[in-house]
C-alpha cells in the first residue's frame, strides 16, 4: 500500500493504532525518521495490543539505530520491547547487534543467549529486522571470543560456518573473521556429529568424544572398523588426554602401547592416569629394536604415531623398519611453516618400506597442511572410500559429510 493510501486512511481515522502503525511503516521506508518515531509512539500509546506495541517499539529503535549517536534511545526502545514480550527474539537480536557495535560484548552475550532461547525456529522476521537465529548464534560467538577466550569463540565460529546451511552473506562474515583470528586449535568429534561422520565403525555410538586434535584417533578406528585391543606405537605422546591420539584407543576399546615423550612432567601425568606404558626419554636415542624385545611387541604394531617437532625424520630413521610393520602411520611434518623437506624426506623411507600415503597434507584449515597418514597393506586393508586422492585435505571436509544443518 502506498503511502498516499495509508495517510488517506489514518486522516479518517487518526486515532487507530493499526492505522498509526502502518502510516509509521511508511515514513520508516523513506527513513524520514521523525514522522516514523512519532507515529509508532502514537500506534503503541493508543493500543493495549502488546503485539503491536511491542512491533512499535522495534520499530522506534530501528529508527534511532539508522541516526547513530542515539544508542541510549537504541538502547531504551528495545528495551521496552522486551520488557512488554521478554519471550520473543528479535528485540534480544536488536541489542546483540546494537552491542556488538559498541564494543559491549558481555551485554551483547546476554542478549544473544537470551534470544536463542526465545527463538522458536520460525525463521525470519523482516517486518523486525530479525535476520534468524544463526545471527544471534554469530554474535554470541563474538562476544564469547572476546569475553570467554579466543578458542571458545573459534569453536562457535567454526561449527555456525562448517555444521549449518548459512546464507552467503552470514557465512562470508564469519569466513573473515575465522581468516582473520584463526581456525580452532582443536576440531573435535562428538556424538551429535555421528550421522555425518563418513567412516562409521563398529560401537562407535560409544563416543561421546573424541581427544586427538583433528580426528587421529577416529581415523585410526575407522580404519580398523572399531577393532578392540589393537595396539599402539606413541611417540611424542604429550598430554595424557588432551590432544592425545591413543586416549580413546586405550579408554574406549582396550589398546595397548607404548607412549613415548621427552618431559618429564607429561609423563609423571601419564603414568599416574593412563594404564599403558609411558617411557620418558629422548625418541632419537631408543633402540627401538630392543625395546620391543623387553616388551613383547608383535612384528604388526596397529598404530605409529610420530609427532617429534624437528626430531620426527631422525626418530623415523631410528625404526627397524626391516623387522616391524605398523598398519596405520600418522606423521607431523608440519610443511605449512616448515616448508615440504621433512615431508618428501619421509615419503621417501615410509614408500620405500611398502607404506602407502592414504591422506596427503592433512590440514586444520583449507589450507595449512601439517601431516601424513600412512597405511601399509600387509597389516591393514583401508576401506576404499577412505582413499583420498586430493593434495590437500581439510580434515572436516575429509572426515564429515558436507550436508549442513538447517
Known amino acids: 500500500m502506498s503511502l498516499q493510501k495509508v495517510l488517506e486512511k489514518h486522516i479518517m481515522d ?4 493499526p492505522l498509526c502503525y502502518d502510516l509509521a511503516k511508511e515514513y520508516d521506508k523513506l527513513e524520514n525518521g521523525a ?8 500506534s503503541a500509546d493508543l493500543s493495549d495490543d502488546k503485539q503491536l506495541q511491542y512491533k512499535a517499539m522495534i520499530g522506534i529503535g530501528r529508527c534511532y539505530d539508522r541516526q547513530r549517536d542515539r544508542g541510549f534511545t537504541v538502547e531504551g526502545a528495545f528495551m521496552d520491547a522486551i520488557a512488554l514480550l521478554p519471550n520473543r527474539p528479535e528485540a534480544h537480536y536488536l541489542l ?16 544473544s543467549n537470551i534470544g536463542l ?3 522458536d525456529d520460525n525463521g525470519k522476521n523482516i517486518e523486525l529486522g530479525y535476520d534468524g537465529w544463526k545471527y544471534l548464534k554469530y554474535f554470541q560467538a563474538l562476544a564469547t571470543w572476546q569475553i570467554a577466550g579466543q578458542q571458545n ?3 562457535l565460529l567454526f561449527d555456525l560456518k562448517y555444521k549449518y ?3 552467503s552473506d552470514l557465512k562470508l562474515k564469519i569466513s573473515e573473521k575465522l581468516d582473520r583470528i584463526f581456525y580452532p586449535d582443536i576440531i573435535p568429534y562428538v556424538c551429535d556429529d555421528q550421522d555425518r561422520y563418513k567412516f562409521p565403525f563398529e560401537d562407535i555410538d560409544l563416543i561421546q568424544k573424541n581427544h586427538s586434535k583433528h580426528f587421529q584417533d577416529m581415523f585410526v578406528l575407522s580404519a580398523y572398523r572399531g577393532k578392540r585391543e589393537g595396539s599402539y606405537l606413541e611417540i ?7 590432544h592425545n591420539n591413543t586416549a580413546l584407543l586405550e579408554e574406549e576399546f582396550g589398546w595397548k602401547g607404548i607412549s613415548i615423550d621427552i618431559s618429564e612432567a607429561l609423563c609423571y601425568s601419564f603414568s599416574e592416569s593412563r594404564r599403558n606404558t609411558v617411557i620418558c626419554a629422548d625418541a632419537t636415542q631408543i633402540d627401538y629394536e630392543q625395546l620391543f624385545k623387553m616388551h613383547s611387541v608383535d612384528n604388526k604394531i596397529d598404530y605409529l604415531q610420530i609427532d617429534c617437532d624437528d626430531f620426527s625424520i631422525a626418530v623415523l630413521e631410528k625404526l627397524p623398519f626391516a623387522r616391524y610393520k605398523f598398519g596405520i602411520v600418522t606423521f607431523e611434518h608440519d610443511s605449512y611453516r616448515l616448508g615440504t623437506d621433512k615431508k618428501y624426506q619421509a615419503k621417501r623411507i615410509l614408500e620405500k618400506h611398502g607404506y602407502v600415503c592414504v591422506v596427503s597434507n592433512v590440514s586444520f584449515t583449507e589450507g595449512h597442511p601439517y601431516e601424513d597418514w600412512y597405511y601399509h597393506p600387509d597389516v591393514v586393508e583401508i576401506p576404499q572410500e577412505m582413499k583420498s586422492k586430493k593434495d590437500v585435505n581439510f580434515i572436516w571436509d575429509y572426515m564429515m559429510d558436507s550436508e549442513p544443518l538447517k
Open 236 to 242: 611424542g605422546s604429550g598430554d595424557p588426554f588432551v
Open 96 to 111: 546483540a547487534r546494537h552491542y556488538s557495535k559498541i564494543t559491549e560484548w558481555k551485554k551483547c552475550l546476554m542478549h
Open 117 to 119: 532461547e526465545s527463538d
Open 14 to 17: 487518526p486515532k487507530n493504532p
Open 153 to 155: 569463540g573459534k569453536e
Open 165 to 167: 546451511d548459512l546464507e
Open 35 to 42: 514522522m516514523a518515531v512519532s507515529l509508532y509512539l502514537k
